[in-house]
């Protein structure tokens, strides 16, 4: 029994490194909504390979939901997870509008001619929120006050309308959260 299920990992682990040796080799190009990448053969661009494979993955295996949302966000090194949660909550109506349901944005995320970004599942809205959203040069201690300093909410209450809902999610997904420090 354990040398069949050795075997069966030895396989699977073979089988893996192709595909990725296969990809890296054929230079990968796929569309990630309004992300377009292009791999090339380095030793960078086979880690981001490797990346892309595995936030493939986590996406077909991810239905949308809280907790599922707050692992990804943890996944891709969010920083403070339980209030860009509450912000994905809040901007969404709890995973319920078009530009969520439809478009797979969490965030309300619009661009200059205010139409919102489409994305191709809702884990790629999580990776653009990452980039252009936490692309800052350091970390924000406050990042409540590094919300309001954006050009993001257009309701002057939206601070005061995240953080109860940021809170609830920190006592409720307390274990979860704890992992991460």
């Known amino acids: 029994m354990a040398n069949t299920k050795t075997s069966i990992l030895i396989i699977l682990i073979t089988f893996v490194i192709g595909v990725v040796i296969g990809i890296t080799a054929a230079g990968l190009s796929y569309n990630t909504g309004p992300i377009q990448q292009t791999m090339e053969t380095n030793d960078e661009q086979e880690e981001e390979t490797i990346d892309t494979l595995l936030f493939v993955w986590r996406d077909s295996h991810h239905h949308l939901s809280e907790e599922n949302v707050l692992k990804e966000l943890i996944a891709q090194d969010i920083d403070y997870p339980e209030i860009v949660l509450a912000q994905a909550l809040i901007e969404t109506g709890n995973f319920s509008s078009m530009s969520c349901t439809k478009d797979n944005n969490l965030f309300g995320l619009r661009k200059y001619d205010l139409s919102y970004w489409k994305f191709s599942n809702w884990t790629e809205s999580v990776r653009f929120y990452k980039d252009k959203i936490q692309k800052y040069k350091e970390k924000p201690k406050d990042y409540y006050a590094f919300l309001e300093r954006l050009p993001y909410a257009e309701s002057q209450t939206y ?15 307390h274990e979860l959260l704890n992992k991460t420090k």
């Open 159 to 173: 601070i005061q309308t995240i953080m109860p809902v940021a809170e609830r999610i920190k006592k409720q997904h």
